[in-house]
């Protein structure tokens, strides 16, 4: 009997040596950005309409850059639809295996100055259930007198920190009342990239005049009436030419990346009906990009 105790005490101290001398393997993560800022200042943003219930969007390589007080950082900037005074807004940031994006908020005058920021410290940690993932959110307003450009972004000292969240089983069970299961709480690295969420809800409407189209020139000559009878369809055969011009221009760098960013995150989401839309749609509209992106998220 001696013998087997000397001999599972000798396992025990190997096994424990073992763990203890064991190389650790520590994943050094990027958070640095070194691409050149887009702009100067906030007047110089590119804004994507806060239109509809919600908008699943991602700040990734092709967001654009921006000079913060912090330093740089990628971001997206939103902004109120003119149809609507106040509008109630639930900003998410999804918690993944690979990370999540820590954000920032800056609500932004008509003048572009900075009339309120929400710290990630404001923001709520929201556990996982059923049909969502963990989650950063918050609740906040916005008003087209006050506040009615967002920007969201992620400083550098938010990127270096990470966050530690409860495993789903450990609520599962302080929820139906069970034992506390022998699992470990999972860790999420902070990331300059990640997929956010908006949800939407318009509190006050406000109506606004159209301002209307600029008259076509129409060239008059002083000439007989059959002569300008023959001029009318002329002007009209270059307005048409000039509309089918316009409409295959190339897409703007800005709304290149909104729509490479929709098209990643329906991707993410698995809703490949919703990328294709967005792929076709951009591609109507001039994109020499969509396609690719599309193409590259689907092979990985």
Known sequence: MNII???????????????ATSPSTETIKDVAVTQQACCEGFSQFSWIPMNGDSIDFVVDQYSQIGNFAEGKSY??????????ERMRVDLKSWMRSTGVFAPKVLL????????ESIELNEFEI???DMF????????????????PYMVV?????????????????????????LARPMVTDPVIQHQKFGSLELDLKPINLRSY???????VPVVTQPTTTVTQAKVAPVAATTTVSSVASSSTAAMLPESEAFYNSQIKAAVESNDMKKALTLMEEAKRAGSSTAEATFLELIKK
């Not at 105790?5 to 763990?19: I, R």
């Not at 971001?75 to 609507?84: C, M």
């Not at 005049?209 to 008259?215: D, F, G, K, L």
């Open 153 to 177: 972004y992620s400083p550098l000292e938010y990127r270096e920190g990470e966050i530690q969240i409860p495993h789903p089983e450990r609520v599962r069970a302080e929820e139906l009342g």
């Open 126 to 128: 929201k556990s996982s």
């Open 209 to 215: 005049r159209v301002s209307e189209a600029p008259a």
């Open 5 to 19: 105790k000397t001999t599972l005490a000798a396992l025990l101290a190997a096994s424990l040596v073992g763990c």
């Open 108 to 115: 932004l005058s008509p003048t572009f100055e900075v009339v």
């Open 75 to 84: 971001f997206a900037g939103f902004v109120l639809p003119e149809n609507v």
């Open 132 to 147: 969502r993932l963990s989650r950063y959110e918050k609740r906040f307003e916005m008003s087209q007198t006050t506040a």
